[in-house]
């Protein structure tokens, strides 16, 4: 398996840009995640899909974000307009759970380094 | 609110040490506990998992320990070598997500 996939690796663009990124999650993980990291804050979940649902994106943190899951094998975050303040690394992760009470491994892609002038 | 400290932040060890890492958390109501490590400019890399009823797992020279009443876990690493030089953050999964440590960044030297 070629394990999470985001693209693009890197991002360089200027405030008030839309900025889109995109993750692969593993072939039959139900469950995606998207985190931001930056030196301040560390590892912050931002939302979370199951079954292509958003479940929760109290970590979103603004309006100006927002995600999709359009089927299984897709996910987007967009960001619009951007600003400096976005700059981060962001990872898609994703998982295999059974039930709502159940959790299981999470596996991470290998980020998008943003960088918002 | 779950809140996850991971201490110390930063650790610098010579060769062939055993070291120990250490995680706490303050609410005890968690599904499991992952151990990961992050190297410098890449993603996660998951190390370990122990479920809420378990003690403890190992894989190779890790061990890590979950005292749930405690809130605590432990990352014991045996024989450190210079290619274990990450950052290591705790993760405890509470209501479907995951709460992360900062992190302790190892440097192990030759």
């Known amino acids: 398996d070629a394990g999470v996939i985001q693209s693009p690796r890197h991002e360089v663009t200027e405030m008030g840009q839309e900025v889109t990124l995109r993750c692969k999650p593993i072939?039959?993980?139900?469950?995606l995640f998207w985190y931001r990291q930056t030196m301040m804050r560390g590892l912050e979940l931002l939302i979370y899909?199951?079954?292509?649902?958003?479940?929760?994106d109290s970590g979103m943190p603004e309006d100006r974000f927002s995600a999709k899951m359009p089927n299984a094998s897709f996910s987007t975050l967009k960001i619009q307009p951007s600003e400096p303040r976005d700059s981060a690394v962001y990872f898609c992760a994703s998982s295999l759970q059974g039930t709502l009470s159940s959790y299981n491994e999470q596996f991470f892609g290998p980020g998008t380094r943003l960088t918002v002038l | 609110k779950q809140e996850v400290t991971q201490i110390p932040a930063a650790l610098s060890v010579p060769e062939g040490e055993n070291l120990v890492l250490n995680c706490s958390f303050t609410?005890?109501?968690?599904?499991?506990l992952q151990w990961f490590r992050q190297d410098p400019g890449k993603g996660l890399t998951s190390l370990l998992l122990?479920?809420?009823?378990?003690r403890e797992q190992t894989s190779g020279r890790l061990n890590a320990s979950l005292d749930k009443s405690s809130g605590r876990s432990t990352l014991y690493i045996a024989a450190s070598q210079p290619g274990d030089s990450a950052t290591y953050l705790c993760a405890v999964a509470q209501g479907g997500k995951l709460i992360f440590g900062q992190g302790t960044e190892l440097s192990v030297k030759p």
């Open positions: 072939s039959g993980h139900n469950s």
């Open positions: 122990i479920q809420s009823s378990q």
């Open positions: 899909f199951n079954n292509n649902v958003p479940i929760d």
């Open positions: 609410d005890s109501a968690i599904y499991n």
